[in-house]
């Protein structure tokens, strides 16, 4: 039972470049939710998907894009990443709304 | 504006010497809120839940305790693995996007 993985660990990007952030949960939960962290702040939900085939925005949504289309996985897209967007993302699921399980993250740079 | 306090930002304790970290929120309706652990460079781990005041959870050395605008997590006799960034979170209307997390109390406990 490996819970919350997230791939890549790290990802080093240049302005204006694409890429897609992998989250995987073998717990069965129907929620699942992106999460960025910066240095000083709390952690800020980007978006949040209820089951499969859903999804909606959190509350710093801009620039990113979402998919769940299977139960198990998340994806999360930038398509022209910005400086703005250097942090640390974790994805999380959970059976209700309420206890979180956290992934390991993925440290992202942009230049 | 629902907000998440924590406090103090950072505390070193000697090994055995006990105290409390602090999350205050003002929000509008509490739902739950939400105890995590964050060692560095991995994702939160859940500790505890509190739904109601004057609700109180224990784990090992810590223990959670829950009032109408504030909850503590009270450290007793910690040990060097207890160092850590204990994070607190509410969660507004169950159905999880408005889960709003504090900054977090970076925790050292000295040997």
């Known amino acids: 039972n490996a819970g919350v993985t997230q791939t890549p660990k790290f990802r080093v990007l240049k302005t204006g470049q694409s890429m897609t952030l992998l989250c995987a949960q073998d717990?069965?939960?129907?929620?699942m939710y992106w999460y960025r962290q910066d240095p000083g702040m709390g952690l800020r939900l980007i978006h949040y998907?209820?089951?499969?085939?859903?999804?909606a925005k959190g509350e710093v949504p801009d620039g990113y894009n979402v998919s769940r289309l299977k139960k198990q996985n998340f994806l999360l897209g930038l398509e022209s990443a910005a400086p703005s967007q250097t942090s640390v993302y974790f994805c999380?699921?959970?059976?209700?709304?309420?206890?979180?399980?956290f992934g390991p993250g993925t440290r992202l740079t942009v230049l | 504006e629902d907000q998440v306090t924590q406090s103090p930002e950072a505390l070193r304790l000697q090994e055995g010497e006990s105290s409390s970290l602090n999350c205050s929120y003002t929000?509008?309706?509490?739902?739950?809120l939400f105890w995590y652990r964050q060692d560095p460079g991995k994702g939160p781990e859940f500790l505890f839940t509190?739904?109601?005041a004057g609700e109180e959870k224990e784990k090992e050395r810590l223990k959670a305790t829950l009032t109408k605008k504030e909850s503590f997590l009270h450290i007793t006799a910690p040990k060097p693995e207890d160092s850590a960034t204990y994070l607190c979170?509410?969660?507004?209307?169950?159905?999880?996007?408005?889960?709003?997390f504090g900054p977090g109390t970076r925790l050292s406990v000295l040997p």
């Open positions: 999380a699921s959970s059976w209700t709304v309420h206890t979180q399980y």
């Open positions: 717990m069965n939960h129907e929620y």
């Open positions: 998907s209820v089951g499969e085939g859903t999804t």
């Open positions: 929000v509008s309706g509490l739902r739950g």
């Open positions: 509190l739904y109601s």
């Open positions: 979170a509410v969660d507004l209307d169950n159905y999880g996007q408005n889960f709003v």
